[in-house]
């Protein structure tokens, strides 16, 4: 097993797998450490649909045309619950707050949800498997894929995570430098200076897209990103919460 430094300093998004299965100790360890996540009021306001059944993989990729859905040995879905706590609830005639209509409701289930998905891609890269994480199960048609989910009231889609023994070591991609990620007591003030340090980064990122193995581009890291922004303002997820019972008021 890798050591946790390497497992979270060298992690990468992994799109191809062998078709080598995981074993079963392997998987039975990643559900552990999810079980394990810290969770808001130890509420654990999140499931997650483990998919190992290729037909239903072929139909989220047909969804989604992202490729590692169908590769992945296991495909991984977090999910925001409160399901199972208004089931038992309900048992025990105790009364339900409207915790699902405010937006504190959708964050718990969203943190709770992301907490564990980040324990799993921990755990399986200790484990030497690869993962990629497909945020695009939540807006490519977020009714018809809970509904290929089965999903009840209470329940909508977090995230994807693809598992598998990786055919491919992608080059890790730069990231953001300390100075900008961590401010020290308050938000940075000196805005001149990180727009300079912005700037170095978004070069660094454009190098990087145009000569890292496996495919380039002439990618910078703000313009790229505004456009995935910009698709995002299309996507009608409130409606989409509102079906799954959310219907947010404050």
Not at 11 to 27: G, K, N
Not at 31 to 48: I, R
Not at 75 to 103: G, R, V
């Amino acid at each position: 097993m890798e050591s946790i430094k390497k497992a979270l300093l060298g992690r990468t998004s992994v799109r191809r797998y062998e078709r080598e299965a995981i074993p079963p100790q392997t998987m039975e360890f990643i559900y552990k450490a999810v079980e394990n996540t810290p969770t808001s009021y130890n509420g654990q306001q999140f499931s997650v649909i483990d998919i190992d059944n290729q037909n239903l993989k072929e139909k989220l990729y047909e969804m989604t045309n992202q490729k590692q859905l169908k590769t992945c040995n296991r495909l991984l879905i977090f999910l925001a619950d409160y399901n199972k706590i208004s089931l038992l609830a309900k048992q025990k005639n105790l009364n339900m707050p409207s915790i699902t209509n405010c937006m504190d409701g959708v964050l718990l289930g969203v943190i709770d949800a992301s907490l564990a998905m980040m324990s799993a891609v921990v755990a399986a890269q200790a484990c030497g498997l690869g993962s990629n994480c497909v945020g695009y199960l939540r807006t490519v048609d977020p009714a018809a894929v809970a509904e290929l989910l089965k999903l009840p009231k209470g329940v909508f889609v977090v995230c994807g995570l693809a598992l598998g023994i990786p055919r491919e070591q992608p080059d890790l991609k730069p990231k953001q430098p300390t100075s900008l990620v961590f401010h020290k007591n308050q938000y940075r003030q000196d805005d001149a200076a990180m727009i300079e340090e912005l700037t170095e980064y978004d070069e660094v990122v454009k190098h990087y897209n145009a000569t890292r193995a496996g495919g380039t581009s002439t990618n910078d890291w703000v313009a790229h990103i505004l456009n995935y922004y910009d698709h995002a303002t299309h996507y009608k997820i409130l409606e989409y919460l509102k079906n799954q019972g959310y219907d947010i008021t404050h």
